[in-house]
């Protein structure tokens, strides 16, 4: 079945560096990406929605310099957290689709600790 | 009031009971998914519907369009299926965005 690969799984860092996070997948082409926030005991926040070769669509309160988003190609997106500070410290999910009708497929989540 | 509403939001049963999770929402979608998520937080997704029911092994998704309410059953329940249920809907004025109700946390004990 589809498979999407995340990357790291987990990451700690300090305060003020950057970090980035891939999500591929890795046996369809994915012309949507998507990136969620997750906080413990709560449910997924949708951050931004990323098309191949174009610029990211983010929802309302997210940053879009802090939270940077790359879809360079049908099998690669990334998010880069620029200048991480500890209110950064979260969970972070990546989906990805063929197209609107396709199931949605997940990465097992990054697991972001900012010291 | 939420969009996607799960209940109940927490379950605890025994194994081998039958269990269901219940979804209803209040937009208009084109279709609806049913996630797991871990405790190590990965999600799968078990399923995406848009109309009836489908079955994969133990667990069974329906839906009714007309009444914007789906279940979620899974049968003879075995801790492994100890997880966070979340119900999302794909919906079609929203640019194919997800619309995630608040999650079912089921612990199935032996």
């Known amino acids: 079945g589809a498979v999407v690969s995340q990357h790291p799984s987990r990451v700690i860092c300090k305060s003020g560096t950057s970090v980035k996070i891939e999500c591929r997948s890795l046996d369809f082409q994915a012309t949507t990406m998507f990136w969620y926030r997750q906080f413990p005991k709560q449910s997924l926040m949708l951050m931004a929605t990323?098309?191949?070769?174009?610029?990211?669509?983010?929802e309302q309160g997210v940053e879009k310099d802090k939270f940077l988003i790359n879809h360079a190609s049908l099998t690669l997106s990334t998010l880069t957290v620029t200048s991480a500070h500890p209110e950064d410290s979260s969970f972070y999910i990546c989906?990805?689709?063929?197209?609107?009708?396709?199931?949605?497929?997940f990465g097992n989540g990054t697991r972001l600790t900012v010291t | 009031k939420n969009e996607v509403e799960q209940s109940p939001q927490n379950l605890t049963a025994q194994e081998g009971e039958f269990i269901t999770i219940n979804c209803s929402y209040s937009?208009?979608?084109?279709?609806l998914h049913w996630l797991q998520q871990h405790p190590g937080g990965g999600i799968v997704s078990l399923f995406m519907?848009?109309?009836g029911k489908k079955k994969h092994g133990r667990l069974i998704a329906t839906i009714n369009i007309q009444e914007k309410h789906s279940s979620l059953h899974i049968t003879a329940s075995h801790p492994r299926d100890s997880a966070v249920y979340i119900c999302a809907v794909l919906s079609y004025n929203q640019g194919g965005k997800l619309i995630f109700g608040q999650g079912t946390e089921l612990s199935v004990k032996p």
């Open positions: 989906s990805a689709r063929r197209d609107t009708y396709s199931p949605l497929h």
């Open positions: 937009v208009g979608i084109s279709a």
């Open positions: 519907l848009s109309s």
């Open positions: 990323s098309n191949e070769g174009s610029k990211a669509t983010y």
